[in-house]
């Protein structure tokens, strides 16, 4: 077994650690005072390449690479989460139409998402339809060549300031999960419109808020794939994105340990480091452990997604594992910082804010879990 990276893989981590020391970390403590979006920076990330990454070359994309993908999300993730999502979860607008789009979605869409750095946003959830997707009310109705939208969507990624949206409707609401489509909405529809900004624990950097939909005509051509598969693309979407999230709790743990480490090595009591005491050895140890169990697991699904082999079980392994990780060795990084560590001065505060909603968002670990169990005893 090779663990190698590829020479490409290695140049886009290099392209993306720079990006993330250059660009993002300069502007973390602008975006958590403002709450805002880093758009001129989601921009940034077509101009210097790595919107292209695991995008076909006949789009405007460098090649097919998962794994590409996931080392740009966890080195994004070191310099600031809120990049990190702004970069993956955006995006995946970009991917759904690259996953299932027809030939003419992907020539008329993909090129001029990748080239110009536009954000979209996937509207799934609803207040009545977590966890459970397929509870959803949001209707399509059929209306000679065109669909007729009409319903509310929360919690979406980018609400505000995307500028493409893939909505998840049911077109057949006694067919339950096989009666949900994905309709591709130009947000300057009329009858669109945004409602509510949640104001967030963390993660304020990337901005969150309702969807609301009332009579939005889409045209017949803006189905993405085929009427009533909708719940089947969007779950086989998640399965990659889960990899992604994994990545951010495992970005998020890699920085939370290197700030230790240096911290300890400074810090001086009783007339010495406290790296020199034992305790805190015992637990840059297990810190160190976690993050390297977590990365392999993670690099391993995303190796299996890009070999076309089931990756299903190991994305939710990955998403489990890398966002509980990422949050215990935050955890343990604020323990060895004291006092200090709770304080805004110092990014852990932030940090700890930010990678606690890994285990919530594309789904909670709990699903994983169930996930998980069901692939073991099928």
Not at 80 to 105: K, M, T, W, Y
Not at 305 to 324: C, I
């Amino acid at each position: 077994m090779d663990f190698r990276l590829t020479e490409d893989q290695e140049s886009i981590r290099e392209l993306a650690a720079k990006f993330a020391k250059e660009v993002c970390a300069p502007e973390v403590e602008t975006i958590e005072a403002e709450h805002r979006f880093p758009i001129e920076t989601f921009r940034k990330f077509s101009e210097v390449g790595l919107y292209s990454v695991n995008f076909d070359e006949e789009y405007g994309g460098i090649g097919k690479d998962a794994l590409a993908e996931v080392i740009v999300v966890e080195e994004l993730t070191k310099a600031s989460l809120s990049h990190a999502a702004a970069f993956q979860i955006n995006r995946a607008c970009a991917g759904l139409i690259d996953e299932v789009g027809s030939p003419e979605q992907k020539a008329k869409y993909l090129p001029w998402m990748i080239e110009n750095g536009i954000p979209g946003s996937v509207c799934i959830t609803e207040s009545g339809a977590g966890s459970d997707a397929a509870s959803m009310r949001t209707m399509a109705v059929r209306d000679g060549d065109d669909w007729i939208l009409n319903g509310t969507k929360c919690f979406i990624t980018g609400a505000g300031v995307s500028e493409l949206y893939i909505v998840c409707a049911q077109t057949d609401r006694e067919l339950g999960a096989k009666g949900i489509t994905l309709f591709i909405v130009d947000p300057s529809t009329p009858g669109f419109s945004i409602g509510k900004i949640e104001n967030k624990m963390g993660l304020v950097g990337s901005q969150t808020g309702e969807v609301i939909l009332q009579d939005v005509r889409v045209p017949g051509e803006n189905v993405l794939g085929e009427v009533g598969k909708g719940f089947k693309y969007v779950m086989a979407n998640l399965d990659g994105a889960r990899i992604g999230t994994a990545a951010q709790g495992l970005g998020t743990a890699e920085a939370a340990l290197d700030l230790a480490i240096k911290y300890s090595k400074e810090r001086v009591q009783f007339g010495r480091p406290i790296s020199k005491f034992q305790g805190i050895q015992w637990y840059l140890a297990e810190m160190a452990t976690k993050v390297d169990s977590a990365k392999w697991m993670i690099y391993h699904a995303a190796w299996l997604k890009n070999e076309g082999l089931p990756f299903s079980k190991e994305a939710a392994m990955a998403k489990l594992y890398g966002t509980t990780i990422g949050r215990e060795v935050v955890n343990t990084a604020l323990q060895i910082h004291g006092g200090y560590g709770y304080m805004k001065d110092y990014p852990l505060e932030r940090m700890y804010r930010d990678v606690r909603i890994t285990e919530i968002y594309e789904g909670t670990s709990e699903i994983q879990k169930v996930v998980i169990a069901g692939q073991l005893l099928r």
